[in-house]
């Protein structure tokens, strides 16, 4: 499996952006998407989940309210639209998969960054 992050950029604290996360590979169909990030310096936390159809989606506190998951699974897609961006937004942000059978890919990060 490959996934592909992008739509990272600089943006204005206030501003939007819209990642996406292509794979290819395998179906994602099955599988559980999700999106995580990490600022320079820290770990990598967890930003957003959506079930494989789309139904049950959750987010971290911090971006609650702002981000929306979503995937069109004929497209292999999944992505993150990310609104009311903030400075502390500013992280690499990577795609995940998880299949039914537990197993989990990383694709490799899109930058973003959040000016004040």
């Known amino acids: 499996v490959q996934l592909q992050a992008s739509g990272g950029g600089l943006v204005q604290a206030g501003g939007s952006l819209r990642l996406s996360c292509a794979a290819s590979?395998?179906?994602?169909?099955?599988?559980?998407m999700g999106w995580f990030r990490q600022a320079s310096g820290k770990e990598r936390e967890f930003v957003a989940r959506?079930?494989?159809?789309?139904?049950?989606?959750s987010y971290s506190d911090s971006v609650k309210g702002r981000f929306t998951i979503s995937r069109d699974n004929a497209k292999n897609t999944v992505y993150l639209q990310m609104n009311s961006l903030k400075p502390e937004d500013t992280a690499v942000y990577f795609c995940?998969?998880?299949?039914?059978?537990?197993?989990?890919?990383w694709g490799p990060g899109t930058q973003v960054t959040v000016s004040s």
């Open positions: 995940s998969l998880t299949s039914n059978y537990g197993e989990g890919y």
């Open positions: 590979g395998r179906p994602i169909s099955t599988s559980e």
């Open positions: 959506i079930s494989s159809t789309g139904h049950i989606r």
